[in-house]
């Protein structure tokens, strides 16, 4: 397995090195590369995403990043030019990010219940396009439009994904997420291409839900959802709020998945570098931790990823919840946990 | 007064109903006339919005509506046809929603703190122009497009109406919600009017959130929110997230404002029509009657307006939660509470 990773900003080179010594335990003969990419190249070089860069990163397996951004580097640069470039020029259509409320672990919400789900984000288009414009700037009459542009060729291919994932869980129910009474030409086009990708999948039970309300339910009665599809935006906003409802950014991982395997999937937690608490041991690496699951599982390593997840519940189950323990004690935690092959409930 | 009602589809009626008589224990002199608009009109007539009845509407000092919306009409006619062309056609850019969580309610989030928010949506352009369209529909190769249009006039006129709010609130904060992060164009031009309009008011404080991680705090931290200013679509978002935080959409009141005047402001519960509690006397009309606290309040009827709001309050934290009563009880309850002129604690 060659592995190119992205440790980045902030925590994510603690995170990440706690995610690798984990990774060892169960692939001890992966061969890691390290890029420097993110702020500190920024500010050294001006460089972002270079093309020989991206062109080795592509001779890779799959990537892993840590975490990129620095309130030193103006909002936007670091976003555009790298983390959505990598998206974009990598082809990562499926977003993927499970959010599970693990035992032992207590979100905002009073009564959460049995939260399981999985979101399928659409990756490389919407309004991430980056179409759009400016006009007549710095006048009384500017006007900015931003185009969401949605494509029944990269639709499909994440409704066709997020159907097979429902297929393969236990309660096979999809919910599309979207704004179609106010959106009808985007929201007709993903309306369509579920129904029609629907009829391969009869076993797949179907819902519908507006995207305000579907941030209603994530807070009442998250248990209803298993899979959701969605568009980019849409993705972006409730994977967050699905994310706080688990117990927080800290816990979420991620998958920018080119399902062709054309080009390497990257796997990073949601959270970002957090430059507040950096370098003191502070940061949570299980997020990083369960990127590592996502890659193992997308590579096929499918007895690996589950294990790892398993370490995950059961240090999540019975950790000190109030001082879960520094970034290197989990993370040597969670590799003994995986070492010591237990199969612990997942 | 002269007041245009719009009773709506089911629950509609039954919610206004209770509204007018509450209303009518602070102006017993309004003149009240009833406008039969939403599905039973259209499936008797194909007419959603006729220009005659928006010419009349346009008479009036203000517009209650109930609700509007059945699952017998293909989503988006109503929503398009009706709502959104009342916004459009009367200029309503400010989209006005408070979320607050009154002693008592206990909403879904453990711990929410003292939640007293309003947030300022804008409501006439954004991705809710309805600019876009279908290209090689029905083929593989189809593309949808949808335009987020963003002017500098209709932008200032929401920010600059959110810093008047905010300089009126006690902790005078404003915090601007976008995605300027990926939206470049937009986020653009929202940012810098934002920091424009704050040149003239010193002493409001300005906070940024990105839409997604404004979700996050509105379930694990919402009391740090005053008043928030934000787009059409991302305001859609977080105002439902909000009244759930807050209690549930059946307590959200919102008001559809023209801040010029040149056309009536419209006030409305932010739930839905319910068609499947409609006509049993099970719905809470106090998102209606929070509504017309509002209505009062925009036409300048202060004391009034903040009278209903107090008999709400005291309401909502004397109930018995489990069973507030009947719709007509509630009714009564607040219309003998306004009229009992005592000032509760609001
Ligand atoms: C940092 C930002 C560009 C990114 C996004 O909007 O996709 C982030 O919020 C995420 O969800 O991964
Ligand atoms: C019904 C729908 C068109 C509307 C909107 O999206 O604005 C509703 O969700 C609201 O928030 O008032």
């Known amino acids: 397995m060659r592995l190119a990773v992205i440790p980045g900003d902030g925590i994510g080179p603690e995170v990440v090195s706690e995610a690798l010594k984990v990774l060892g335990e169960v692939v001890p003969t992966a061969e890691i590369t390290n890029y420097d990419l993110g702020a500190a190249r920024w500010h050294a070089t001006g460089e972002l995403l270079p093309e020989s860069v991206l062109g080795e990163l592509r001779q890779h397996d799959a990537i892993l990043l840590g975490a990129v951004g620095d309130p030193t580097v103006p909002s936007g640069i670091l976003e555009r030019g790298l983390l959505l470039r990598l998206r974009f020029e990598m082809d990562h259509h499926v977003n993927l990010r499970p959010a599970r409320l693990y035992p032992g672990v207590r979100g905002p919400l009073a009564d959460a219940g049995d939260v399981d789900m999985v979101v399928v984000r659409e990756g490389t288009e919407g309004p991430y396009a980056g179409t759009g414009g400016l006009l007549r700037k710095d006048t009384e009459h500017e006007i900015a439009t931003e185009v969401s542009v949605n494509t029944a060729f990269g639709i499909r291919r994440v409704v066709a994904d997020a159907f097979n994932r429902a297929e393969g869980r236990p309660r096979k129910h999809l919910t599309l997420v979207h704004k179609t009474n106010v959106l009808e030409y985007a929201g007709s086009l993903w309306s369509r291409i579920v129904e029609e990708v629907s009829l391969e999948h009869p076993e797949v039970t179907v819902a519908y839900s507006h995207v305000d309300a579907a941030t209603i339910h994530l807070v009442t009665d998250p248990s209803r959802f298993d899979v959701i599809v969605t568009d980019n935006l849409f993705g972006d906003i409730i994977t967050d709020l699905a994310a706080a409802v688990t117990g927080g950014i800290g816990l979420a991982a991620s998958g920018n998945l080119d399902i062709t395997r054309r080009n390497p999937s990257m796997f990073e937690p949601v959270h970002g570098s957090a430059p507040d608490i950096a370098g003191q041991g502070l940061a949570d690496p299980t997020a990083a931790v369960l990127s590592v699951s ?32 520094a970034t290197q004690a989990i993370g040597d935690r969670l590799a003994a946990l995986v070492s010591s092959n237990v199969r612990t409930a997942g």
């Open 294 to 325: 996502l890659l193992l599982d997308h590579l096929g390593q499918k007895e690996s990823a589950r294990r790892i997840e398993a370490s995950v519940a059961f240090d999540l189950a019975t950790r000190d919840q109030a001082s879960p323990g």
